[in-house]
């Protein structure tokens, strides 16, 4: 069974840092590029940040500077460093696993953890 479970949201003030982190299990981790989503009430979904297997990263440029994606293969774990936190950035934030390479649709998805930030 495969499970990627996030944690580490939370409330914080604008200017803040946040540290999430997403534990997979059930997959062969090193096999996935994984990445970070984010949802806002009544806004579609957007990809925030990516890293391959190779761990190459990528950021949207909303987040590009502020955001740090990173993976621990010895942990089953990926992480997202969130910085300089603004109130634009309180959505829902997912990770989500890709074997092999990243492609539009994730493989797996976890079920979310929420950073809500203050003004």
């Known amino acids: 069974q495969v499970q990627l479970v996030e944690s580490g949201g939370g409330l914080v003030q604008a200017g803040g840092s946040l540290k999430l982190s997403c534990a997979a299990s059930?997959?062969?981790?090193?096999?996935?590029?994984m990445a970070w989503y984010r949802q806002a009430p009544g806004r579609p979904r957007e990809l925030v940040a990516t890293?391959?297997?190779?761990?190459?990263?990528n950021y949207a440029d909303s987040v590009k500077g502020r955001f740090t994606i990173s993976r621990d293969n010895a942990k089953n774990t990926v992480y997202l460093q969130l910085n300089s936190l603004k109130p634009e950035d309180t959505a829902v934030y997912y990770c989500?696993?890709?074997?092999?390479?990243?492609?539009?649709?994730?493989?797996?998805w976890g079920q979310g953890t929420q950073v809500t930030v203050s003004s």
């Open positions: 059930g997959i062969v981790f090193s096999a996935y590029a």
């Open positions: 989500a696993a890709h074997l092999l390479r990243l492609r539009e649709t994730p493989d797996y």
């Open positions: 890293i391959t297997t190779g761990s190459i990263t």
